[in-house]
């Protein structure tokens, strides 16, 4: 007859979990034969040499071989086999309860899009997590997943998650690392899809063998992968700090040398304020360029006020913008041309000269990148039009 429509795929990345992944097995069948749940179990094996496949088929789960080494490789292989609506995944080390999925079902049958399990609300087991996670890696990825990204999520790297498959289908995941806990968590909330989070536990894992997380390498990759889905914090805020700073102490400095504390600034620090507006005016670009390119490319949602902006800032107008700075840039140059013909071609004041060189030489060099600008953003929007 017809095969009965599934609802409920557990999914289950593993790599040499011999030793646990039975009894994670028994347990995600146990809770399917319980509350009656039409499901399937997939083991995505990431190239176990230590016989975890034979132990999971003859458990009763159906073994996916996943070939492109990673977390976020073996899950995504795992997820393109299943044939439910509903999508759970957990790690096959014994550290999370497999009995207890009820809450995450509840959640996605009521119309949530992804369900976050939250282990420091749910309780975490005594030496279930490395203290350098609990109170440092965590809290502060986490934290930075939540301001960057405004995402309700309250412990982003939990590993017992669920997601309804069309969802996922349209979050459209690349990582193929551990940063694919993140990417997922991203991707639903700049979607905006429905994100709920129940409390879970996490226990010791029932491995011998070292976990295959690395705590500085993979805490990092979290990090990076946040820092480049959102050009926001990683150059437009910086930038624009940047060149207020520069801007301020340059304006200060304009005048005359100042004194601070014993210690006269002058010409030399007004360089440096420059140089600083410049970095500054360089970051501010690269957040347009990111931005630009991972909306066309398809890796961030199109942001209506972001698109607003290209409708006022064209190619004409950024020439326009850069010609008249290099117009402002040339008239300092020209009025240090003439103070030094005033003092008929000899040796020039140096703190007297820069006073006016330095601002010249930003203007003419902003000038110039805003024009090579506009025309790398005209030919990275190409795409869009």
């Known amino acids: 007859g017809c095969r009965m ?15 646990t992944v039975e009894a994670c097995i028994a347990k995600a069948r146990g809770f399917l034969e319980d509350n009656g749940v039409t499901g399937e179990i997939i083991i995505a094996d990431n190239g176990s040499t230590d016989g975890s496949q034979r132990l999971a088929r003859a458990a009763g789960a159906r073994v996916v071989d996943v070939p492109q080494r990673g977390y976020g490789a073996a899950l995504m292989g795992g997820i393109a086999s299943a044939r439910g609506r509903f999508v759970i995944m957990g790690d ?17 049958r009521k119309g949530a899009d992804l369900v976050m399990g939250n282990r420091f609300r749910g309780g975490v087991a005594r030496g279930a997590m490395p203290p350098l996670h609990y109170y440092l890696g965590n809290p502060a990825l986490t934290g ?11 412990d982003f790297h939990c590993g017992l998650r669920a997601v309804r498959k069309s969802a996922y289908e349209s979050m459209a995941l690349r990582t193929t690392g551990m940063e694919f ?52 914090w990683l150059f437009l805020y910086p930038g624009f700090l ?25 010409v030399h620090t007004l360089l440096y304020a420059a140089a600083l507006v410049l970095v500054g005016f360089q970051a501010v670009l690269f957040a347009t360029f990111a931005k630009t390119f991972a909306v066309t490319e398809g890796l961030l949602p199109p942001d209506p006020k972001f698109m607003d902006v290209y409708r006022y800032v064209t190619l004409e107008t950024g020439l326009a913008a850069g010609a008249g700075m290099i117009l402002i840039g040339l008239v300092g140059t020209l009025r240090a041309v003439w103070l030094w013909d005033t003092l008929s071609f000899g040796p020039l004041d140096p703190a007297r000269g820069l006073r006016i060189i330095i601002p010249a030489v930003l203007c003419l060099t902003l000038g110039s990148q805003t024009v090579l600008a506009s025309f790398f953003l005209s030919v990275l929007g190409l795409t869009r039009k």
């Open 181 to 232: 806990a993140s990417e997922m968590v991203v991707k639903a909330t700049l979607l905006e899809m429905r994100i709920v989070e129940v409390p879970t536990t996490l226990s010791p894992s029932g491995r011998s063998r070292a976990p295959h997380l690395r705590s500085w390498r993979d805490g990092w990759r979290h990090l990076r992968f946040m820092l480049l889905y959102s050009p926001r």
């Open 5 to 19: 429509s599934v609802e409920v795929s557990i999914v289950m990345p593993c790599l040499d979990e011999a030793e």
């Open 92 to 108: 096959a080390d014994g550290s999370y309860d497999f009995t207890r999925l009820g809450l995450f079902l509840e959640e996605l």
């Open 242 to 266: 940047m060149m207020a700073l520069g801007t301020g102490v340059g304006l200060w400095l304009l005048p005359g040398p100042r004194t601070l504390g014993g210690v006269t600034l002058d």
């Open 144 to 154: 930075v997943g939540r301001l960057f990204f405004r995402s309700a999520a309250h």
